[in-house]
């Protein structure tokens, strides 16, 4: 019970203490620095007085500009879009075609296709 | 006619009261903040270490303030100006936390040459003369409550520093008051297991 008297005591005091000693850390702010306090605090009292006026035009200026360039982000972004989900973009059909074994196969025989090309065009002149 | 010039006159007797009480609401927050702003800031930069980076927390504490909740009854503010700060400076914290996990990912950790704490001036920006008389208890005291559980410090300064009451610091901090009174007594406690017996 008494141990227990002496540790609210205890805190007391310590509260009592930090109180004072932060007090008296408030009353020495240097003169710089409780001059931007009241500049922040004059800012803050015109932006009261600006917001119950209403919002000032130059207020719209940012906020178009943020709108067009959303605007233009959403075309460019849907314009570089397949045609619809089924149709797949250019680049992977020709990347599909690329990896085809078959065409592999062709260009290994390309010069028996070329024959056989070049024997057709000579038999239908001859024709 | 007669009612035309009545209806005038009502007209202009509102917008004189409006004009009155726009003037009355402006002054009472100046009174407001020029009472809270000087405690307000050393709670910030006990909060964040860091001078600067508490007068720009203060400043937007002020400005949330007056733009969003100057319309609230003035009993209201200081509880809500310490909620906007208290959030500032959780904002801070985590901003600041990113900024140190970018730093280690770039390989600037602390062993590398000069130990940023100890080379900055002091936050507070005092004279060596002016630090003599601030004392080593409130250095000690300033480091002390800075080591403190976010919310154990939250309470701790509201409470002893502001005198906010546990109704006000509950409202605040965002949490019940049974909290605010856990909070309160843990730093209490951790507190004078830091300082010791010759702190007090």
């Given at each position: 019970?008494?141990?227990?008297?002496?540790?609210?005591t205890?805190?007391?005091?310590l509260?009592?203490?930090a109180?004072?000693?932060?007090d008296?850390s408030?009353?020495r702010?240097d003169a710089a620095?409780?001059s931007r306090l009241?500049r922040?605090?004059?800012?803050?009292?015109d932006q009261?007085?600006?917001?119950r006026v209403?919002?000032?035009?130059?207020?719209?200026?940012?906020?178009?500009?943020?709108?067009?360039?959303?605007?233009f982000?959403?075309?460019?972004?849907?314009?570089?879009?397949?045609?619809?989900d089924l149709?797949?973009?250019?680049?992977a059909?020709d990347?599909?075609?690329?990896l085809?074994g078959?065409?592999?196969?062709?260009l290994?025989?390309?010069?028996f296709?070329?024959?056989?090309?070049?024997?057709?065009d000579?038999k239908?002149h001859?024709g | 006619m007669?009612?035309?010039?009545?209806?005038?006159a009502v007209?202009c007797?509102?917008?004189h009261?409006s004009?009155?009480s726009?003037l009355?609401?402006d002054?009472?927050?100046?009174?407001?903040?020029a009472?809270v702003?000087?405690?307000?800031?050393?709670?910030?930069?006990?909060?964040?270490?860091?001078?600067?980076?508490a007068?720009?927390?203060?400043?937007e504490?002020?400005?949330?303030?007056a733009?969003?909740?100057?319309?609230?009854?003035?009993?209201e503010?200081?509880?809500?100006?310490?909620r906007?700060?208290?959030?500032g400076v959780?904002?801070?914290?985590?901003?600041?936390?990113?900024?140190?996990r970018?730093?280690?990912?770039?390989?600037?950790?602390?062993?590398?040459?000069v130990?940023?704490i100890?080379?900055a001036p002091d936050?507070a920006g005092r004279s060596?003369?002016?630090e003599?008389?601030?004392?080593?208890a409130?250095?000690k005291?300033e480091e002390?409550v800075a080591?403190l559980p976010?919310r154990q410090?939250e309470a701790f300064?509201?409470?002893?520093?502001?005198?906010?009451?546990?109704?006000?610091?509950a409202?605040?901090?965002?949490v019940?008051?049974?909290s605010?009174?856990t909070?309160y007594?843990?730093a209490?406690?951790?507190?004078?297991?830091?300082?010791?017996e010759?702190?007090?």
């Amino acid at each position: 019970m008494n141990e227990r008297k002496d540790n609210v005591t205890e805190d007391d005091a310590l509260v009592a203490k930090a109180k004072g000693l932060f007090d008296e850390s408030v009353q020495r702010l240097d003169a710089a620095t409780l001059s931007r306090l009241n500049r922040g605090r004059q800012m803050a009292l015109d932006q009261a007085g600006g917001h119950r006026v209403g919002i000032r035009w130059t207020q719209w200026v940012p906020a178009t500009g943020v709108a067009a360039a959303t605007v233009f982000a959403v075309v460019l972004w849907t314009g570089n879009r397949p045609i619809d989900d089924l149709t797949p973009p250019a680049q992977a059909t020709d990347f599909e075609i690329i990896l085809e074994g078959d065409d592999f196969e062709m260009l290994e025989n390309l010069e028996f296709y070329s024959w056989i090309e070049l024997d057709e065009d000579t038999k239908s002149h001859v024709g | 006619m007669n009612a035309l010039a009545a209806s005038f006159a009502v007209s202009c007797i509102r917008g004189h009261d409006s004009g009155v009480s726009t003037l009355q609401l402006d002054e009472e927050l100046n009174r407001f903040f020029a009472d809270v702003e000087r405690r307000a800031l050393r709670i910030a930069e006990i909060a964040v270490r860091n001078r600067e980076d508490a007068l720009d927390l203060v400043q937007e504490a002020m400005i949330k303030l007056a733009r969003k909740y100057a319309s609230k009854s003035s009993e209201e503010w200081p509880p809500l100006f310490y909620r906007i700060l208290q959030n500032g400076v959780r904002d801070h914290h985590r901003r600041q936390a990113v900024r140190n996990r970018v730093m280690v990912w770039f390989g600037k950790s602390d062993d590398d040459g000069v130990d940023p704490i100890a080379a900055a001036p002091d936050p507070a920006g005092r004279s060596p003369d002016q630090e003599l008389e601030t004392g080593e208890a409130m250095r000690k005291l300033e480091e002390a409550v800075a080591a403190l559980p976010n919310r154990q410090r939250e309470a701790f300064m509201m409470r002893t520093f502001e005198g906010l009451d546990v109704r006000d610091t509950a409202t605040a901090m965002g949490v019940t008051e049974g909290s605010v009174k856990t909070h309160y007594s843990r730093a209490v406690h951790a507190l004078r297991e830091a300082l010791g017996e010759h702190w007090q």
